[in-house]
């Protein structure tokens, strides 16, 4: 049985953020993209171990996994499992310095 998907609002924000700029190049594209990673989420529900551990020095944080957006891999799904629900924490771009980005998540 898959779990529950639970998006945060910096990971929903990202999302937007990624849709809008790809939009403004190709709005096939950003469908295309915003498709995946509501694919890639599902794909997490259902197999949450997919994904590689992220080390963090945020404790609030711990169990951080990420993934790349199927078919977009210089996109990254950050996510959190738990017995009952997969938590998305962000999706950024792998060129940003992802680890300051979530250390310094509240």
Do not use: C, S, W
Request: net charge neutral; charged share 25%; hydrophobic share 45%.
């Amino acid at each position: 049985m898959a779990l529950a998907i639970v998006t945060d609002r910096a990971a929903d924000a990202d999302i937007d953020q990624q849709f809008a700029y790809i939009a403004e190049r190709n709005f096939d594209a950003a469908l295309r993209y915003y498709d995946a990673v509501g694919k890639t989420l599902e794909r997490l529900a259902e197999v949450p171990t997919l994904g590689r551990t992220q080390a963090l020095n945020n404790p609030r944080l711990t169990g951080m996994r990420r993934l790349a957006v199927a078919g977009y891999p210089n996109y990254l799904v950050f996510y959190i499992p738990t017995d009952q629900k997969l938590r998305a924490v962000r999706v950024l771009h792998g060129a940003r310095d992802i680890t300051t980005i979530l250390d310094d998540l509240l």
